[in-house]
């Protein structure tokens, strides 16, 4: 056998392994790609059911399984909940960059006193239109009956009349 046979032979192998192992890695890199992005879905999906963190706008970053938070929370609760909703199934490690911003506790209350605020304007508009209702309603029915009484006033009146017509013959 010739040197470059030999050559051949010894080094084909190699290289045969070496492109496979080339090929599985990148097969592999292309599944943590997307093992990744289902975890970031997931993760924000957590975020977007949780009421206290709902309005909250919170970065996910999520690579090779380590997920990083970056934003603000209101309160050292809303940080604790926002990690624990992160350490799913699949997450080697969460990573809490977190700040906690009382302003947007301030703010969620502002909004929630705004809400109050407008379904108070909307349940008194309510109120005043029953109302107004109500009293059409009466003064119709009143009316009525007031019609009614004049009605019988003038029978009655007529017979009176009537009667003492018969009286003074």
């Not at 809303?78 to 699949?90: F, N, R, S, V």
């Not at 969460?94 to 302003?103: A, F, I, N, P, T």
């Not at 929630?112 to 209702?133: C, F, M, P, R």
């Amino acid at each position: 056998m010739s040197y470059a046979e030999a050559m051949k032979s010894k080094w084909l192998p190699i290289l045969f392994v070496n492109v496979l192992l080339v090929l599985g890695m990148s097969a592999c890199a292309d599944q943590s790609k997307s093992d990744d992005s289902s975890l970031k879905a997931n993760i924000e999906e957590n975020f977007k059911k949780d009421t206290s963190l709902a309005g909250r706008k919170i970065d996910v970053a999520v690579d090779k399984g380590v997920v990083t938070l970056k934003g603000a929370v209101g309160t050292a609760t809303e940080k604790a909940q926002a990690a624990k909703l992160a350490a799913i199934d699949g997450v080697t490690q969460v990573r809490d960059d977190l700040s906690v911003d009382v302003k947007l506790l301030e703010q969620k209350a502002n909004e929630g006193i705004e809400k109050a605020a407008d379904a108070t304007d909307k349940a008194a508009d309510k109120s005043a239109n029953v109302l107004d209702k109500a009293a059409a309603a009466t003064k119709n029915g009143t009316d009525k009956a007031l019609d009614k009484t004049k009605g019988l006033l003038d029978k009655l009146k007529k017979k009176s009349d009537d009667v003492s017509s018969d009286l003074s013959k």
